[in-house]
């Protein structure tokens, strides 16, 4: 795998966002839940990216390793977006009810077959009011 840039990171997060649409169009429910939930990953971590400076090689090996996590909730905090969200949650409910959604997804949901509510988990990820996406578009 070669390394990723903040740029590549937010081309996939809009390319799992396509694909997710595409895959609520089609039925699939669980391969678009996985999708959108993977496209908050990318755009997460595209904000970390952003924190980067070229060149600098990370002063804290745990740190290193930490950003190569699946948790959206770690990689809120990676990025150093919580306290920013705590606040414009409380001023947009949607906000605050998306990522409700959001927050319990897992790279493990890929392997499900069944019960991942793909439909839900787009429209958290997209919202035009409170979007999760969109919102962390606001900060990568």
């Known amino acids: ?3 990723k840039t903040r740029r590549d990171f937010q081309v996939l997060a809009r390319l799992r966002t396509r694909e997710a649409r595409a ?8 391969g678009a839940y996985y999708l959108a939930g993977f496209a908050v990953e990318c755009a997460l971590k595209a904000c970390i990216a952003k924190k980067t400076r070229r060149y600098d090689f990370p002063r804290d090996q745990n740190y290193a390793k ?3 996590t699946h948790d959206l909730g770690e990689l809120l905090k990676l990025a150093g977006l919580n306290a920013q969200f705590d606040s414009d949650s409380k001023v ?17 949901s890929r392997y499900e077959t069944t019960g991942l509510r793909g439909r ?4 958290a990820v997209t919202s035009r009011q409170g979007g999760v996406l969109k919102w962390i578009r606001n900060h990568w």
């Open 92 to 108: 947009d409910a949607a906000l605050g009810a998306n990522w409700g959604v959001v927050k319990g997804w897992t790279v493990a």
């Open 1 to 3: 795998m070669s390394l």
């Open 66 to 68: 930490s950003v190569y």
């Open 23 to 30: 895959l609520v169009r089609t039925g699939n429910e669980q």
């Open 120 to 123: 839900d988990m787009l429209k």
